[in-house]
């Protein structure tokens, strides 16, 4: 009996066609990757005194971008092959392509801004709804996904609709890698929430609630601009209007090396609207800086604005929208990269047990030491299945309730699982692991710096139990 005749969810399989991909990608990510050390080292940047600055390591292992993007074919993947509203959205990757390419890209420590460009994508991908960018489009209800010339034509009249010309451009150049992007963390860390929470929370209580209540990256307060008495909070960094400005600083940043394009939110504590902004990092008035950070693969950063002007402003219901895109595209490949990780982790050190001999023994053989690694498979292969079934639910039921719960878990369990691998990869390697060439420092510090900056499993687990808690429609304190 099929699973249409009992009612019961497709079932999911991997296909010839993800084997190779996955394939291709690990090629491509274990050469770019190599390569990128070979210069590193032959630079003068390596040994064990670290002495070159993080900007510096950064900027020469995320190099290959455009290599990655372009040559072989990723940014089709993540960005689709069309800027025709229906097809662009079409032919772009499903969300277990776009996990097998996280996986793979975390498997090799690639620092390229792999993250930031799927988070963008899912914005652009929001964007071919064809909401507009004015706050009176959270009142009318929608009727279709691409509305008709006339319809756009009356909504005209009365706001401007999205600058949808200007997404395709964006689109266009971050298919070929001509621009690095990066995402301000906020995107990620800040709490979803509707506009009537966002308007009573930062009316009533504006930023001391917001900094105290909610776990996450440190914050930056931004001071209200002189033409506009508008201030942000918490790396947010825009402020609503066509003749507003923004001012203060955006911190943390992903993928902040050489990028050229910046994307994060921000609040009107007027009207508690919450907007998105793309900005240029050349722009007049805006400093990007990379900062030193434990992982030297991948690069955070800030930006610093005085009066900064929005290359695209993103409001209203749609904005609403493409956050929570963002988030969601976020988080899955956040999960499947710390998947990666783990597994390849767990392959080297399983590799490394079985041709060590200590005592006239491999060590692997040592019952403490194979206990170590049948624990590690057992939490590995958990974060899989958790993180593929929630690609799965993505792909077949994105807006089911249950999706949101599969993501929340996934997530919680590949943080987790990311961090005890490279943990164990580090003592069970014994002295070597910590030593300057050695990979499983690097895996380390890349582990703790994605839980630094998302807050951890400990934060999916809250979020986890909000969910379920919403679920089952609360319940007595």
Sequence with gaps: MSSIETGAPALFEFTAEHGELRAMLRRLFDR???????????????????????????SIRSSGWRRVVHDAGIGELLFGTDQSLGPARESSGTAIDIAILAEESGAALYGGPLLSAAMIAALLEAGHEGCPAAPERSARTRTSAYPSPDSVARERAVTPPVPVARLYELASRLRDGTVRPSVAAGVLTEPAVTDGQAASKLKSGADAAWRGEYPGPARAVLTPTPTAQLAMHAGDALIYGADQRLSGRVEPIWDACEAAVLVCPAHDPASGERVVAVLSTGAPGITASVLDGLDLSRAVGRADC??????????GEFAQHALTAMRTRGELVLAAESLGLAQRALDRTVGYARGRVQFGRTIGSFQAVKHRLADLVSQVELTRSAVYGAAWALTTAPEEPATAIDLAVAAALAAETSVTAAEAAVQLHGGIAITWEHWAHRALRRAHTVAALTGGAGRYRRQLAELLDSREGGHDR
Excluded: Q
Aim: net charge negative; proline share 5%; charged share 15%.
């Design 32 to 58: 770019v990757v190599a390569e990128a050390d070979e210069r590193y080292c032959g630079s003068g940047s390596g040994g064990p005194t670290g002495s070159a600055p993080g900007s510096r390591a950064a």
């Design 306 to 315: 005085a009066a900064v002007a929005a290359e695209l402003l993103l409001t």
